[in-house]
């Protein structure tokens, strides 16, 4: 007679454990499709994030390249387009890209081309020249 009730506790605990178990991966479930979301969400906020930085430095760039081209600058180049190398500290947080000048009669024209699609997308100044 010891032996049926030492059988029987062994099988409740054994269905004991398996039901933890199963509750366990359950809640693991339920979990996983909570946060994944949420990880992707993040994800996607801080690539825009950076995409908006690397845009900032852009515009930080030009800006600077532009007002040097119009306090005399521009005299150095003639007329037609020019590619030049971004000068400055805030050059080494910039994505690969091309900074073009274009030089006409009366107007200066700078725009940077990001080399990704992804690189804060394009920036473009215009000035008179005088």
Known sequence: MV??????FRTRRRRQAAMLMT???????FLSIAVLPLALSFAK???YLRNCYQHAVAM???D?????????EWQRYPNGQHVLTP???????????????????QHLRLVWHPA?????GSVIREATRK
């Not at 509750?23 to 479930?29: F, K, P, S």
């Not at 000068?87 to 009669?105: D, Q, R």
């Not at 990704?116 to 804060?120: F, M, S, V, Y």
């Open 64 to 72: 600077g390249e532009m007002e040097l081209l119009v306090a005399g």
């Open 45 to 47: 906020e801080h690539q």
């Open 87 to 105: 000068t400055g500290a805030a050059a080494a947080n910039l994505p690969p890209g091309t900074l073009e000048l274009t030089v006409n009669e």
């Open 23 to 29: 509750e366990l991966m359950v809640a693991i479930a």
């Open 116 to 120: 990704a699609r992804k690189g804060g």
């Open 60 to 62: 930080e760039l030009v």
């Open 3 to 8: 032996t049926p009730a030492a059988k029987s």
